[in-house]
């Protein structure tokens, strides 16, 4: 059973960093595509930023050249080093592997979430 467990949000000023982490196990990492999803009060949850099977990355337009997505193969590890944080990037931040056929794409829903962690950017 893959178990997907996420730390390191918390509460920052505008422009300030954070940098959420995903402890993974129970999955063979190189078969999976992992992302980080945000849901926002009263909003659907959205694909922040994804990692495909071959290390090739993507994120939404509102996040770029301020977030980056990477991960640690030895310790299964995902991160999220997320800079110049703005108040529209509040919400709960969610951990998801996907089990991909494609070494570059990421297609499908996730079929596996981490708890949440919380990030909250005040003005």
């Known amino acids: 059973q893959v178990q997907l467990v996420e730390s390191g949000g918390g509460s920052v000023q505008a422009g300030g960093s954070l940098r959420p982490s995903c402890a993974a196990s129970?999955?063979?990492?190189?078969?999976?595509?992992m992302g980080w999803f945000r849901q926002a009060p009263g909003k659907e949850r959205e694909r922040v930023a994804r990692?495909?099977?071959?290390?090739?990355?993507s994120y939404t337009d509102s996040v770029k050249g301020r977030f980056t997505i990477s991960q640690d193969n030895a310790k299964n590890t995902l991160y999220l080093q997320m800079n110049s944080l703005k108040p529209e990037d509040t919400g709960m931040y969610y951990c998801?592997?996907?089990?991909?056929?494609?070494?570059?794409?990421?297609?499908?829903?996730?079929?596996?979430w981490g708890q949440g962690t919380q990030v909250t950017v005040s003005s």
């Open positions: 998801a592997a996907e089990e991909s056929p494609y070494y570059s794409a990421c297609p499908g829903v996730p079929e596996y």
């Open positions: 129970g999955y063979t990492q190189s078969r999976y595509c």
């Open positions: 990692i495909a099977r071959d290390g090739g990355t």
